[in-house]
């Protein structure tokens, strides 16, 4: 159902998305204090990042279905409150264990959050501002989640990273409130629920598992790899966290400005575009490793923003209208796809750190994103 006010849902879920997506990625720059604070190596206090992304991607096989029989709305502000309270209980952990199932369950509700958020805009917008409007809810995802590095900088520099937490938290839990007051609350679309049933039906729609499949190997290639970009520019430019987190910022620039442009470059490129895409992807991330200059670095960090949100916007629109009737489930596939493949990437990769260094997380991750590209437009060109 169209919405009667779609830019004032668009900025709710967009002002959601870009605090959630931030709670996650905040991690990136604050792994060297959570690890000093804790007393932990890098890898370990990584293993907080997986804590998270993993019960993210699983508890979305739930949230989706449970938002397609109840009610989107209904289900994204029990979802926004709850992961508003965990967040702040983060602050109070006490060692790494403390940390990661607090971790765990602020993911799992955050779980219903972006997957949710992104098909509600889905349901509420006409065909021909639905991928302009997706793109602008994921750049603002991510422009939460890459100016947080910068936020996280400056919170961990001056105070601490429990604050950090805590400050997330009651932006959320303010952001959740209004959230209660405000959203449309529309009927849910299926009138009993299944879950073998809904998984069932989308699991025989071969096109769409094809689709989502490939979402794995993008969160493998992005999430895996960025939570390790700031360790690798502080041991590089030798700059203190503040810095740091600023340069990481660039990434959710990228993302927020090539989000709000993906469906016009679309329409402009076609299917090409996601070869372009990949290839930048490559390009900017593969090249991390032969950079000693900010100006260089960032123009990597700004290439592989941009590459990431073409490629994810195009995936999910294609995924969606696979399934039009049930875009909770299909974003459910999605995110579950997404953050298990960034979740296991983050705990792979941080074991490749303390083998080989950082030179193959920015090699390996490089190559399959330029891989996503080519698959994802093979498959668009082939089912024309």
Same mark, same amino acid.
């Given at each position: 159902?169209?919405?009667?006010?779609?830019?004032?849902?668009?900025?709710?879920?967009?002002?959601?998305?870009?605090?959630?997506?931030?709670?996650?990625?905040?991690?990136?720059?604050?792994?060297?204090?959570?690890?000093?604070?804790?007393?932990?190596?890098?890898?370990?206090?990584?293993?907080?990042?997986?804590?998270?992304?993993?019960?993210?991607?699983?508890?979305?096989?739930?949230?989706?279905?449970?938002?397609?029989?109840?009610?989107?709305?209904?289900?994204?502000?029990?979802?926004?409150?709850?992961?508003?309270?965990?967040?702040?209980?983060?602050?109070?952990?006490?060692?790494?264990?403390?940390?990661?199932?607090?971790?765990?369950?602020?993911?799992?509700?955050?779980?219903?959050?972006?997957?949710?958020?992104?098909?509600?805009?889905?349901?509420?917008?006409?065909?021909?501002?639905?991928?302009?409007?997706? @793109?602008? *809810?994921?750049? &603002?995802?991510?422009?939460?989640?890459? %100016?947080?590095? =910068?936020?996280? #900088?400056? +919170? $961990?520099?001056?105070?601490?990273?429990?604050?950090?937490?805590?400050?997330?938290?009651?932006?959320?839990?303010?952001?959740?409130?209004?959230?209660?007051?405000?959203?449309?609350?529309?009927?849910?679309?299926?009138?009993?629920?299944?879950?073998?049933?809904?998984?069932?039906?989308?699991?025989?729609?071969?096109?769409?598992?094809?689709?989502?499949?490939?979402?794995?190997?993008?969160?493998?290639?992005?999430?895996?790899?960025?939570?390790?970009?700031?360790?690798?520019?502080?041991?590089?430019?030798?700059?203190?966290?503040?810095?740091?987190?600023?340069?990481?910022?660039?990434?959710?620039?990228?993302?927020?400005?090539?989000?709000?442009?993906? @469906?016009? *470059?679309?329409? &402009?490129?076609?299917?090409?575009?996601? %070869?372009?895409? =990949?290839?930048? #992807?490559? +390009? $900017?991330?593969?090249?991390?490793?032969?950079?000693?200059?900010?100006?260089?670095?960032?123009?990597?960090?700004?290439?592989?923003?941009?590459?990431?949100?073409?490629?994810?916007?195009?995936?999910?629109?294609?995924?969606?209208?696979?399934?039009?009737?049930?875009?909770?489930?299909?974003?459910?596939?999605?995110?579950?796809?997404?953050?298990?493949?960034?979740?296991?990437?983050?705990?792979?990769?941080?074991?490749?750190?303390?083998?080989?260094?950082?030179?193959?997380?920015?090699?390996?991750?490089?190559?399959?994103?330029?891989?996503?590209?080519?698959?994802?437009?093979?498959?668009?060109?082939?089912?024309?």
């Amino acid at each position: 159902m169209l919405s009667k006010n779609p830019k004032k849902l668009l900025i709710l879920l967009g002002s959601i998305a870009f605090l959630v997506q931030g709670d996650n990625y905040a991690a990136a720059p604050l792994l060297v204090s959570i690890a000093k604070d804790l007393n932990l190596s890098i890898p370990s206090a990584a293993l907080s990042v997986s804590s998270y992304m993993i019960p993210f991607g699983i508890f979305t096989l739930v949230f989706g279905p449970l938002a397609d029989r109840f009610g989107k709305a209904k289900i994204l502000n029990l979802a926004a409150f709850c992961t508003a309270i965990f967040s702040m209980l983060c602050a109070i952990a006490f060692d790494l264990t403390s940390l990661c199932i607090l971790r765990g369950i602020n993911g799992a509700f955050a779980a219903a959050v972006l997957p949710v958020a992104v098909s509600l805009v889905g349901d509420s917008f006409e065909d021909s501002k639905r991928q302009n409007a997706l @793109g602008a *809810l994921i750049g &603002m995802m991510f422009l939460g989640g890459a %100016v947080s590095p =910068g936020i996280g #900088g400056l +919170v $961990s520099y001056y105070g601490s990273w429990r604050l950090l937490y805590l400050i997330y938290g009651i932006a959320e839990l303010i952001v959740a409130i209004i959230m209660i007051k405000s959203l449309e609350r529309n009927p849910g679309v299926i009138t009993s629920l299944n879950f073998i049933d809904v998984y069932k039906k989308s699991f025989n729609n071969k096109n769409l598992m094809k689709v989502v499949s490939i979402l794995f190997f993008l969160g493998f290639s992005v999430f895996g790899s960025f939570m390790f970009s700031g360790k690798f520019i502080q041991d590089t430019l030798d700059y203190n966290i503040l810095f740091v987190g600023a340069l990481l910022s660039l990434f959710g620039l990228a993302t927020a400005i090539g989000g709000r442009r993906a @469906g016009s *470059l679309k329409q &402009m490129f076609g299917n090409n575009l996601l %070869v372009y895409a =990949g290839f930048l #992807g490559g +390009v $900017s991330w593969g090249s991390m490793i032969l950079w000693n200059n900010p100006f260089l670095i960032s123009l990597s960090l700004i290439g592989f923003g941009f590459a990431f949100i073409l490629l994810q916007s195009t995936i999910i629109q294609t995924a969606q209208q696979l399934m039009p009737k049930q875009r909770g489930t299909v974003m459910s596939l999605a995110s579950f796809n997404m953050f298990i493949g960034g979740g296991i990437g983050t705990f792979i990769n941080g074991k490749i750190l303390s083998l080989f260094g950082f030179v193959p997380i920015f090699m390996i991750s490089s190559i399959i994103i330029f891989v996503v590209g080519l698959i994802i437009s093979s498959y668009l060109n082939n089912t024309k």
